[in-house]
């Protein structure tokens, strides 16, 4: 059982869990990534996620299917994704999976956070003490020459 | 015979676009790589032609090749994503 959005709203750990919930699931694990207060040694004060909506659902869709298909069709998975402007300690994005044992959430889970940093089209621009504002690199996406 | 066809813009992109969209002449059956060569002719700014050369093109649904058919009226450039 799949569930993916992108969202303006707070997130939330418990909205995840629940998702990630069965009498024959022994194991769930979650991931939180957060607004760091710095970046390569440049205090950050916040970080706007820009994002492509639809894509975005589709990626992460797909890489949810790809979590169930290697760790089992039992699995149930979470993965959602902040957009605009947060501040520092902030959620941007939660991953969560459950299945009947660990190895299974654990490796899941780290699938989903993983592909979603190269794969799904979003974009973050950090905000700087010094008033100064940066589009940070990312992974391309374009596969030909 | 050339047709006109808006690009949706992302990250970077949208820095001195503000409303996130710009329009380009391409011919009638052209290929994302004819798009990527008319965008480069449009944009005046060297980095945003830098980021060019690095982003992917793409529908609502998929990533394009640079040999696939530009798709009907709209079109999206992704420049490299950084998500978390």
């Known amino acids: 059982m799949i569930h993916v959005d992108i969202t303006e709203a707070i997130l939330d750990p418990m909205a995840a869990l629940q998702h990630c919930c069965s009498d024959a699931h022994g194991a769930a694990a979650l991931f939180i990534g957060r607004v760091r207060n710095l970046n390569d040694g440049r205090p950050v004060t916040a970080v706007s996620y820009d994002l492509h909506p639809q894509l975005c659902r589709n990626i992460f869709s797909e890489i949810c299917q790809e979590a169930i298909d290697q760790w089992g069709p039992d699995l149930r998975v979470y993965l959602v994704h902040r957009q605009g402007r947060l501040e520092i300690g902030e959620a941007s994005v939660i991953t969560a999976v459950s299945s009947g044992h660990r190895d299974e959430s654990f490796k899941a889970c780290r699938h989903l956070i993983e592909q979603m940093k190269v794969r799904a089209p979003i974009w973050k621009q950090e905000h700087y003490v010094d008033g100064d504002s940066e589009w940070i690199k990312g992974h391309a996406l374009r596969s030909s020459d | ?84």
Request: aromatic share 4%.
């Open chain 2, 1 to 84: 015979m050339n047709r006109a066809i808006t690009v949706r813009l992302f990250g970077a992109f949208r820095q001195g676009n503000p409303d996130s969209r710009l329009t380009v002449e391409i011919p009638e059956q052209a290929r994302v790589a004819d798009l990527r060569a008319a965008m480069e002719a449009t944009l005046r700014d060297a980095n945003a032609r830098s980021l060019l050369k690095a982003s992917a093109f793409a529908t609502d649904s998929a990533v394009l090749d640079d040999d696939e058919i530009v798709p009907d009226r709209e079109i999206s450039i992704l420049p490299p994503v950084c998500g978390g």
